[in-house]
């Protein structure tokens, strides 16, 4: 990123960091997330930043319009979280003075301000929030990758294939209900690694050294790297982010210089999550499930639990799921009305919802049931 300077008429259309903090929680509402993932992005290069001004020590010097070289913020942690309202920060900078000494020049901007087009595509690359996702603090997890090399066979994916994918908390989601939360984890890491379920992210960053980072978009994921990723969990942020950041060092005799990957706005092949259903599940399996009563219509209505209803936005964010994961031949109103009622426990799905969906009549009947399979 260059150190020239920004109009101030331009700087006054930027988002101030509280601004841009409150539009990414549209999308991850718990704070700490949030926070951290704008920040590794401002760390990859992907979101602009600059100030009003910035006062440079030793030697003294003011600079109106900053942009804030992208180096800067490798140092700024999560944990220290006022300048996001007061839009003001302290850099330290480490400088080579000969080759046995060292000093620091203490930078200070004020008026932080984002590039809105980078919180944008932040935006357009994070998942939607999904309804029953757990929401328990999130583990650091530690990560390492070997370097990429030029034997994978895809190098792209088209952006229309790319958004029918699933985001990672939709997969996990589905999964969990059939195979709880950390074997649901443990089933899709494991066929990430073996290069069974495809996977690809909306931005690829790599970043050597202080060389700028190199950007690639639709970008699908070698099963080799996943087979490097320790300590996901399904408490982790990953889940809610869709972005997973590498740190690769020279130690490792698998780079030349520090190297940094980072994958945004992950995705998985629908089709390889679908894979990993148990043949025999039932979405209504659980606790709360009831046996199916009447075949006729006037009582199938009534197997509908009391309960608050689900909200009909909730309901066709299940639905664009649903339809992702199984057959048109598997989607009959009473399949899609059991797995809506295993999504939603507790909660009132009503038929005539499920019917709505896609509109009177355009969904199959289930068998009735019969005595053998009540």
């Known amino acids: 990123m260059s150190d020239s300077g920004l109009a101030a008429d331009e700087l006054v259309t930027w988002l101030l960091p509280r601004q841009a903090l409150t539009l990414i929680q549209e999308r991850i509402p718990d704070i700490g997330v949030a926070s ?23 030697p003294t010097e003011l600079k109106l319009g900053f942009l804030i070289p992208q180096r800067y913020w490798s140092q700024v942690s999560s944990k220290s979280p006022d300048w996001w309202d007061t839009a003001d920060i302290n850099f330290s900078l480490h400088l080579f ?22 919180i944008s595509a932040m935006i357009a690359d994070l998942p939607k929030p999904f309804p029953i996702l757990p929401t328990q603090k999130e583990k650091v997890a530690t990560v390492d990758l070997p370097v990429r090399t030029e034997t994978a066979p895809d190098k792209t994916i088209s952006p229309e294939e790319f958004l029918a994918w699933l985001a990672p908390n939709e997969s996990l989601a ?31 960053s790599w970043k050597t050294g202080f060389n700028p980072p190199e950007l690639s978009e639709f970008v699908p994921i070698d099963g080799d790297f996943w087979g490097h990723i320790q300590g996901i969990d399904s408490k982790h942020s990953f889940w809610k982010t869709g972005d997973a950041t590498i740190y690769l060092d020279p130690t490792s005799r698998l780079v030349a210089d520090p190297t940094t990957v980072r994958y945004c706005g992950v995705r998985f092949e629908p089709n390889g999550v679908r894979a990993l259903l148990p043949k025999d599940f039932n979405p209504q399996a659980g606790p709360s499930a ?85």
């Open 290 to 374: 009831a046996p199916d009563p009447s075949p006729t219509t006037e009582i199938a209505e009534q197997e509908e639990e009391n309960g608050r209803p689900v909200a009909e936005g909730h309901l066709k964010e299940w639905y664009a799921l649903y339809t992702k994961l199984f057959t048109e031949a598997e989607q009959t109103e009473d399949h899609a009305w059991k797995s809506a009622e295993g999504m939603f426990p507790g909660k009132s799905v009503t038929r005539a919802a499920i019917r709505k969906l896609r509109g009177t009549g355009t969904l199959k009947r289930g068998r009735k049931p019969t005595a053998k399979n009540v």
């Open 174 to 204: 589905v999964l969990q209900r059939a195979l709880g939360a950390e074997a649901a984890v443990t089933a899709i890491m494991e066929r990430l690694r073996g290069s069974v379920l495809k996977s690809a992210a909306a931005i690829e």
């Open 97 to 118: 003075a000969g080759s046995k000494h060292s000093m620091h020049r203490t930078v200070r901007v004020f008026g932080i301000r984002f590039d809105p087009a980078g």
């Open 36 to 58: 951290r993932a704008i920040l590794e992005r401002l760390k990859g290069g992907q979101i602009r930043a600059a100030s009003k001004s910035a006062a440079f020590e030793n």
